[in-house]
């Protein structure tokens, strides 16, 4: 897929008519309640020669949420924030040191909501490089990339299951080279193929 195609899918949505996505989304009867905490990551997608791809972090071992979890960069929104956007653009810079003058935003997926109480506002940016990447040891233990054709296939985009709370719940993965691709990561991804396959 080309940057173009990217651009002209993106700039085709019309955000009122998005409806919220999240964790509910393959169980239905798991809605979560509000109040929701406001959070933005940044879905990078790098245009690379042979390519594009994803940028995706693996969160560091010794941290209390989400401990070795495969997640875009980003975080909760501060105050001090503007928009999504420029939290989105703040959490990638002191997380993998990704500069805001090396993104280009072209647009937002749908707000994701986690069981966890999280209102998560995906921010899709085109990365440029050349750019520098260095991680926060204290947050991300690795930093790569997965080809964006890989997760457009649907082949790869798996539904999973397993007991929570006595109940089964159901879950996106994309296993890649290694990586195990899960949760809110791979719920927005599946997102993402699904707006750009249209």
């Known amino acids: 897929m080309t940057r173009a195609e990217i651009l002209n899918r993106l700039t085709q949505i019309d955000m009122a008519r998005l409806n ?3 964790d509910h989304d393959l169980n239905p009867g798991m809605a979560p309640e509000p109040p929701f905490r406001s959070a933005a990551v940044l879905v990078p997608l790098v245009e690379r020669a042979d390519g594009i791809t994803v940028l995706l972090t693996r969160r560091s071992e010794h941290l209390a949420d989400h401990p070795g979890q495969v997640s875009f960069p ?19 810079h002191e997380e993998v040191g990704l500069a805001p003058d090396r993104v280009e935003v072209i647009g937002r997926l749908a707000t994701y909501r986690t069981r966890t109480g999280f209102e998560i506002t995906p921010v899709v940016g ?7 990447i260095t991680p926060d040891p204290t947050e991300v233990a690795e930093v790569f ?34 990586y195990y691709i899960w949760g809110a990561t791979a719920g927005m991804l599946v997102n993402l ?6």
């Open 20 to 22: 919220d996505r999240g």
């Open 74 to 92: 980003g975080g909760r929104i501060e105050s001090d924030d503007l928009h999504p956007e420029a939290a989105a653009l703040r959490e990638a």
């Open 126 to 132: 085109l990365v440029t490089p050349p750019f520098e």
């Open 145 to 178: 990339e997965v080809p964006l054709a890989f997760l457009l296939d649907p082949a790869n985009a798996q539904r999973r299951s397993r007991e929570w709370r006595g109940m089964e719940r159901f879950f996106w993965v994309f296993p890649y080279s290694g």
């Open 193 to 198: 193929a699904q707006i750009l396959r249209r």
